[in-house]
Every structure is written in structure tokens, then in C-alpha cells.
């Protein structure tokens, strides 16, 4: 296979990890930057370039598009789908999750566990609002923040108002979230491919910090799920759409409740924790994807043949 990984840069652990696993394979593997792809939107003979040259032949394109490139990222990944490349997440997908309000009423409406969260434009309905989700403390987040920057938990009342208003005033969207307080500051990552989930850890925040991230400085180790998490997990990857994501579950006194579905989940702590080689993993699944796609290609070529 010809594989391009969208990925801003080769050294990163997950882009090298990938890179690696597929040329184990016999794959023929390009890390391309989104930002340099630009692309001729033609009805007949859509196009990609890279630095001068026309991008042709890519039997699969995987997405690693980080969340400040949502917009353009999403849009090269589209052109590659005019040109049936195969996408290890579709664009739709990835932008989905990428509007953590949009992707928590998609899980809402079939039903998975969810925090309760509130949602509202206008500062006079604050109030209200905060009744509504069950008062403070609360967690108030930015609606595209990542990694846990623009993630607040408001102790009080007066706290979770004042917050509330000053992201109102930046013409900020937020929401406002029941604080999972039993949590104890950590989160179950389950890492997700096709409809299994392959590999789950458990992050915990740094101390007096309630924010699993590593990138904040938490810490991970292996988890075991029960049945319920991983059911969960599979369904929510499901309704968003992704083939491939890390789906971030809080223990709530109420079970298992959806954090967050992340189309660009990282594979350093994952693998170091599950001491599986998720990357490989993830290019099997490529490989079957591709193959029972271009199976049923031949057989409904076969058919209209056929017809003829
Ligand atoms: P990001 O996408 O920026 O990582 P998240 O919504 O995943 O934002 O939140 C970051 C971290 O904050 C989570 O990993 C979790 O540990 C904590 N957190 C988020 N929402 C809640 C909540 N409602 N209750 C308790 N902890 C939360």
C-alpha cells in the first residue's frame, strides 16, 4: 500500500511510530504537512500538491491533524476523499469531534452516559444555567480547547459566574459541566480501532490537579475496563464516526460517563502503558479496511460487467 500520514511533523512520537510500523509491513509510507498540501477542487480531476509536485497514487491517507489546523486539515483530507483515498477517519468525522458540544449532543441523543452539561449565549441566562446542571462546583470548558487548557473548575457560585462572564466577554463558546467529583482527577483513556477496544489506561492528574492530561503532568498505568466502559466506549467511537480515536471515560457514582472522543489520540503513553504495539495495530487495520473496500469494488465492477 501507499500510505501519506497528515502529520505537521515526522519526528513526532505517534507520526514515527506509524511511519515505522507500516515500512515493517512493506508499505510505502510519506508524512506530508497539512499546511504545504494545496489542492485544485476541480469536479473531474481533483488534485493535490505538495511543494510543487502533484500527490498521486495513495491507496490510504491517515489523519493527524492537530486541533489549531482543524480547519485547513479537515479540508486537505476531504480533497484526498474527492480522490478515493481511503481515510483512516473521515474529515466529517474528525470535525465532529473537534465541537466538544456538537459531539456531546450526538452521544446525548443515543443515549451514553454523559456528565450533565449546560450550554448558553447570553450572560443574563447564567444564572439559570447553573441551576440547571446542578450548581457549583462545576467544570467550565472552551468548546475547542485540548489538552485541558480551557478547562475550569469553578468551586463556587460566585466563581463558576465570574469565569462565566469573562469567557462571555472574549466572545468565548463554553460549556458548563457537572464536576465529577468522585473521579478523583483521573480519567480511563480506551483506545479504540475499528470495534474493539485495544488498550485502556488510566490517567491521574498531578497532585491538587484535577485534570488527568499527561500534558499537564499526569500519570498513566494499565487499567482494566469493565464490560460496560468498553461497550461504551465502542458505541460512543461509533457515533461520531471514527475508525480510529481515544475515547476519555470519567467513573461516575452514576457509571461510566463520555469526556471526550479525540480522532488524534497519542500513542506514546498508550503504548508505554499497554506494552502493545498500537501503531501496528492500527496499519492492520488499514490493511483490511483497504482490502474488503477494494473487494467489494471488484465484485460490483464484476457485477456491472455482468449486466453488460
Ligand atoms: P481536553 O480536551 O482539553 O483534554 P477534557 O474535557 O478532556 O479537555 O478535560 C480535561 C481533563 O479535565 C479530563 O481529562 C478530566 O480529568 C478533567 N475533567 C473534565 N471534565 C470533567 C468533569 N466534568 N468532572 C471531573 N473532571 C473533569
Redesign the pocket.
Known amino acids: 500500500m501507499k500510505i501519506a500520514v497528515l502529520s505537521r511533523n515526522p519526528k513526532l512520537y505517534s507520526t514515527r511510530r506509524l511511519v515505522e510500523a507500516a515500512e515493517v509491513r512493506g508499505h510505502e509510507v510519506r508524512v506530508l504537512d497539512v499546511l504545504r498540501c494545496y489542492m485544485n477542487i476541480t469536479s473531474h480531476n481533483p488534485s493535490i500538491h505538495y511543494k510543487g509536485e502533484e500527490l498521486k497514487g495513495f491507496d490510504i491517507v491517515i489523519p493527524r491533524i492537530g486541533a489549531s489546523v482543524t480547519f485547513y486539515g479537515t479540508a486537505v483530507l476531504r480533497q484526498f476523499e474527492m480522490m478515493n483515498v481511503f481515510p483512516l477517519n473521515e474529515s466529517v468525522a474528525i470535525s465532529r469531534s473537534r465541537d466538544?458540544l456538537r459531539s456531546t449532543q450526538l452521544l446525548a441523543r443515543k443515549g451514553i452516559g454523559l456528565?450533565v452539561t449546560g450550554f448558553a449565549n447570553n450572560p443574563d441566562d447564567i444564572e439559570d444555567l447553573l441551576a440547571e446542571v446542578g450548581g457549583a462546583p462545576l467544570?467550565i470548558?472552551?468548546l475547542e480547547?485540548?489538552?485541558?487548557?480551557?478547562?475550569v473548575?469553578a468551586e463556587t457560585q460566585k466563581a463558576a459566574e465570574s469565569v462565566i462572564q469573562a469567557f462571555m466577554g472574549l466572545k468565548a463558546n463554553i460549556m458548563v459541566?457537572?464536576?465529577?467529583?468522585e473521579?478523583g482527577?483521573?480519567?480511563i483513556r480506551c483506545f479504540v480501532i475499528g470495534d474493539k477496544v485495544v488498550a485502556a489506561m488510566k490517567?491521574q492528574?498531578a497532585e491538587g490537579e484535577?485534570?488527568?492530561?499527561l500534558h499537564?503532568g499526569?500519570t498513566a498505568t494499565l487499567v482494566r475496563l469493565t464490560p460496560e466502559e468498553r461497550s461504551t466506549a465502542i458505541r460512543a467511537a461509533r457515533i461520531v464516526g471514527l475508525n480510529v480515536c481515544g475515547v476519555?471515560l470519567?467513573r461516575s457514582n452514576h457509571g461510566p460517563?463520555v469526556?471526550?472522543v479525540?480522532s488524534s489520540p497519542g500513542l506514546q503513553g498508550i503504548e508505554a502503558a499497554s506494552k502493545k504495539d498500537i501503531a501496528g495495530l492500527i496499519i492492520d487495520f488499514a490493511e483490511q479496511r483497504l482490502k474488503t473496500i477494494t473487494d467489494s469494488k471488484d465484485k460490483s465492477s464484476t457485477r456491472t460487467r455482468g449486466k453488460g
Open positions: 466538544k456528565p467544570v470548558k472552551l480547547g485540548t489538552q485541558g487548557i480551557g478547562v473548575l459541566q457537572e464536576f465529577i467529583k473521579a482527577g483521573s480519567d490517567r492528574g484535577f485534570r488527568s492530561n499537564r499526569g476519555d470519567l460517563v469526556m471526550e479525540n
